[in-house]
């Protein structure tokens, strides 16, 4: 998040992603989707477990969709209220740092 400088607007971490979610949903700890966060970072912090996400307002399976590899952070700055994910496996956990102007 180079250049601009965006504050903090809340954290959220999901778990047990057997479903699909958005930010929108509740998540198991934290805030939903602050109206003013324009940018997250979004980490899988599961140490074997896949993250299927999309933002094409589709929704992603267990084998369908971008990979968001176990202990990586994803720095996203797209619509955040069309991004979908799912577990690809059983365990899946997601941290959200939201970022707004």
């Known amino acids: 998040m180079a250049?601009?400088?965006?504050a903090p607007r809340g954290y959220a971490r999901y778990a047990t992603l057997t479903t699909v979610k958005r930010?929108?949903?509740?998540?198991t700890a934290?805030?939903?989707?602050?109206?003013n966060?324009?940018?997250?970072?979004?980490?899988?912090?599961?140490?074997?477990?896949?993250?299927r996400?999309?933002?094409d307002d589709v929704s992603p399976t267990a084998s369908e969709g971008m990979l968001l590899r176990p202990q990586t952070t994803l720095e996203y700055d797209g619509?955040?209220?069309?991004?979908?994910?799912?577990?690809a496996a059983a365990g899946g956990?997601?941290?959200v740092s939201y970022y707004g102007v």
């Open 93 to 95: 956990v997601l941290a």
């Open 30 to 35: 934290g805030v939903v989707l602050p109206t």
């Open 79 to 87: 619509d955040l209220t069309n991004f979908q994910f799912i577990e």
């Open 37 to 51: 966060a324009i940018r997250a970072l979004i980490q899988n912090q599961h140490a074997t477990v896949d993250i």
């Open 3 to 6: 250049g601009r400088v965006y």
């Open 53 to 55: 996400w999309r933002d």
């Open 23 to 27: 930010f929108s949903d509740a998540p």
